[in-house]
């Protein structure tokens, strides 16, 4: 099967969107599905405000109109709710193509931190956008509930993987005190990281990412080792060196980081909140509190084998096994296909 991702997040990004994609990617391959992707790449992009790291593209009707056709998909996926993601959504229904779509960030939240948006409307512009998809994907549980609960319809589950090849044990030394809390992802507010930087803890609070937020970061807290956004090898023996994983966000709807860190040995200090919640549930992998200290140096008693154990039970081909099954049940007929590459004529579509 062949099925097309619309995405707004894509390289040079790095955050858990753009890395599930690109695995899930690899495991469709293995698995003799091809996954071809519509990204900002093909257009051009300007910077997005309040993060000028992130770029958003500028999407032309007719050329989205060609991608489709050139990708010639069995099913259409849209990933996120970005100005490229809004345009084939817009495309299909103008064209009656069914798709899915898939809940990766908490927009209400982000919104929130950063303007006087109430989060009631960002929440109706969501499950418009949503609205018209044949299955919304949730990465757990507990966030496929609160969307059915917020209106949402026809809500359906996505797990996500950890690539156990490269995050797993390994002797690591990043020659800092011991022993090293370490925290990755994007350094913005949303993320609350100065709730765990603020914390009085022995040993190094290291963190790895970028953002808009880290040169204010760096300069509050120069204690902190702040490495920048890493990837590969390097990410992974950060991971492997440090000792306890903390992850301060309230708001992440998955938290793809959680499971690198176990892979990588790492037990997690976290927020009683649903992100962590779902990825740990009841294992002896992890300390939840409302006193974020006190998770940390609980986490450190936490045998390093237990959360290697827990990590493997989450596989990429798992993960990618449910995304196809649910492409696979909204196939797009060979007629619609047909009539695809016939409305990649750019009269036929509208600006």
Same mark, same amino acid.
């Given at each position: 099967?062949?099925?097309?991702?619309?995405?707004?997040?894509?390289?040079?990004?790095?955050?858990?969107?753009?890395?599930?994609?690109?695995?899930?990617?690899? &495991?469709?391959?293995?698995? *003799?599905?091809?996954?071809?992707?519509?990204?900002?790449?093909?257009?051009?992009?300007? %910077?997005?405000? @309040?993060?000028?790291?992130?770029?958003?593209?500028?999407?032309? $009707?007719?050329? +989205?109109?060609?991608?489709?056709?050139?990708?010639?998909?069995? @099913? !259409?996926?849209?990933?996120?709710?970005?100005?490229?993601?809004?345009? =084939?959504?817009?495309?299909?229904?103008?064209?009656?193509? $069914?798709?899915?779509? @898939?809940?990766?960030?908490?927009?209400?939240?982000?919104?929130?931190?950063?303007?006087?948006?109430?989060?009631?409307? +960002?929440?109706?512009?969501?499950?418009?956008?949503?609205?018209?998809?044949?299955? +919304?994907?949730?990465?757990?549980?507990?966030?496929?509930?609160?969307?059915?609960?917020?209106?949402?319809?026809?809500?359906?589950?996505?797990?996500? *993987? +950890?690539?156990?090849?490269?995050?797993?044990?390994?002797?690591?030394?990043?020659?800092? %005190?011991?022993? =090293?809390?370490? @925290?990755?992802?994007? /350094?913005?507010?949303?993320?609350?990281?100065?709730?765990?930087?603020?914390?009085?803890?022995?040993?190094?609070?290291?963190?790895?990412?970028?953002?808009?937020?880290?040169?204010?970061?760096?300069?509050?807290?120069?204690?902190? /080792?702040?490495?920048?956004?890493?990837?590969?090898?390097?990410?992974?023996?950060?991971?492997? &060196?440090?000792?306890?994983?903390?992850?301060?966000?309230?708001?992440?709807?998955?938290?793809?980081?959680?499971?690198?860190?176990?892979?990588?040995?790492? %037990?997690?200090?976290?927020?009683?909140?649903?992100? $962590?919640?779902?990825?740990?549930?009841?294992?002896?992998?992890?300390?939840?509190?409302?006193?974020?200290?006190?998770?940390?140096?609980?986490?450190?008693? !936490? %045998?390093?084998?237990?959360? =290697?154990?827990?990590?493997?039970?989450?596989?990429?081909?798992?993960?990618?096994?449910?995304? !196809?099954?649910?492409?696979?049940?909204?196939?797009?007929?060979?007629?619609?296909?047909?009539?695809?590459?016939?409305?990649?004529?750019?009269?036929?579509?509208?600006?």
């Amino acid at each position: 099967m062949r099925i097309l991702v619309a995405t707004d997040a894509w390289h040079p990004q790095v955050n858990g969107v753009v890395r599930t994609l690109t695995m899930m990617a690899q &495991a469709a391959e293995a698995l *003799g599905h091809e996954i071809r992707f519509l990204t900002p790449e093909s257009f051009r992009t300007i %910077p997005m405000p @309040s993060y000028r790291d992130l770029r958003l593209a500028l999407p032309r $009707p007719a050329k +989205v109109a060609r991608l489709i056709a050139d990708a010639n998909p069995d @099913s !259409i996926h849209i990933a996120t709710e970005g100005p490229l993601g809004l345009l =084939v959504r817009r495309y299909c229904r103008k064209h009656d193509l $069914p798709f899915t779509t @898939s809940f990766h960030t908490r927009f209400p939240d982000y919104v929130a931190a950063r303007a006087p948006v109430p989060e009631a409307w +960002v929440w109706a512009t969501l499950r418009w956008f949503h609205g018209a998809s044949r299955a +919304v994907l949730a990465a757990t549980p507990a966030l496929a509930a609160e969307l059915r609960e917020r209106g949402f319809a026809s809500v359906a589950l996505w797990p996500r *993987g +950890v690539d156990t090849s490269l995050f797993h044990p390994r002797e690591v030394d990043l020659c800092l %005190p011991q022993p =090293v809390f370490l @925290s990755v992802g994007r /350094v913005a507010v949303e993320k609350n990281l100065e709730a765990f930087l603020d914390l009085d803890l022995p040993g190094t609070k290291v963190i790895v990412g970028d953002g808009p937020a880290r040169a204010a970061l760096e300069q509050k807290y120069p204690q902190a /080792v702040f490495l920048g956004a890493l990837q590969g090898e390097a990410l992974a023996k950060v991971y492997a &060196a440090a000792d306890v994983f903390v992850f301060p966000s309230r708001t992440d709807t998955f938290g793809l980081v959680l499971l690198e860190a176990l892979a990588s040995g790492l %037990p997690i200090a976290a927020y009683p909140v649903a992100g $962590p919640r779902d990825v740990i549930g009841d294992a002896e992998v992890g300390a939840l509190s409302e006193d974020l200290r006190a998770a940390c140096l609980a986490a450190l008693k !936490i %045998p390093r084998q237990a959360c =290697v154990d827990f990590a493997t039970g989450h596989t990429w081909e798992a993960s990618t096994r449910a995304f !196809i099954d649910h492409m696979a049940v909204l196939r797009v007929p060979a007629a619609e296909k047909e009539a695809v590459g016939e409305l990649a004529d750019p009269s036929s579509c509208v600006a």
